[in-house]
């Protein structure tokens, strides 16, 4: 158990509708990460958070947007979905606002299927 | 951010050593590099990271060479349940950023 949980694990919707995914950060790390994986493709890297500010912004959509709030937690909302958005959404946190050293601990993922 | 290498795959015998390679020859030097495994689609498991000096941990070893620009994860003693994706992921002050990797399949 990295200490990462990440809500729901399964979430099946149609396309058009919007989502949200919820991560809570392992106690006392300030920064957090998502990432998607779709089938055959690896991890991409979507967007970082640090102590409720964005740090960092990947390959993330415009349709895509994330926030982290006062206790940390941190949500990634996924509008107008489209089939192709269907992939395993992975939620990281790690102690500092860089890793410069120090280790991001993964969840367990939110498998999304968009139908 | 460094660009990596890893072959796509390798095998390896249960109890023999797994010697993951991976190049990085645009990494910064102020950047570590990071070992990450991925079993099935499970969320992707820390291994070990380092700066130049080789680092040894409970999981495995880790060899930078000199001029940083290849590094070799370790595994002393495979066993079945090390069957993953295996990446190795540059980073400094940026996010890490993930390649394909090496899918290790350790055989009984």
């Known amino acids: 158990d990295s200490g990462v949980t990440q809500t729901p694990k399964h979430l099946i919707t149609a396309t058009g509708q919007r989502v949200t995914l919820r991560c809570s950060p392992r106690?006392?790390?300030?920064?957090v990460y998502w990432y998607q994986q779709s089938l055959d493709q690896g991890l991409q890297f979507l967007i970082h958070y640090y102590n409720g500010e964005e740090r960092a912004k990947g390959n993330i959509l415009e349709r895509f947007s994330a926030q982290q709030f006062p206790d940390l937690h941190s949500e990634l909302n996924l509008s107008s979905l489209e089939l192709g958005d269907s992939a395993l959404y992975f939620c990281?946190?790690?102690?500092?606002?860089?890793?410069?050293?120090?280790?991001?601990?993964f969840g367990q993922g939110t498998r999304l299927t968009v139908v | 951010d460094a660009k990596t290498t890893q072959p796509p795959s390798m095998d390896c015998a249960e109890g023999r050593a797994a010697n993951l390679p991976c190049n990085h020859s645009?990494?910064?030097?102020?950047?570590?590099v990071y070992w990450y495994r991925q079993i099935h689609s499970q969320g992707p498991q820390y291994i070990i990271h380092?700066?130049?000096n080789n680092e040894t941990n409970e999981m495995a070893s880790l060899i930078i060479t000199e001029d940083r620009k290849s590094s070799t994860l370790i595994l002393p003693h495979a066993t079945l349940r090390d069957t993953a994706v295996y990446y190795c992921a540059p980073s400094g002050n940026t996010p890490l950023v993930f390649g394909k990797g090496t899918r290790l399949s350790v055989i009984a």
């Open positions: 380092g700066l130049k």
């Open positions: 990281a946190s790690s102690e500092h606002g860089t890793p410069d050293g120090t280790e991001a601990f």
């Open positions: 645009t990494i910064s030097g102020n950047e570590y």
């Open positions: 106690s006392g790390d300030l920064s």
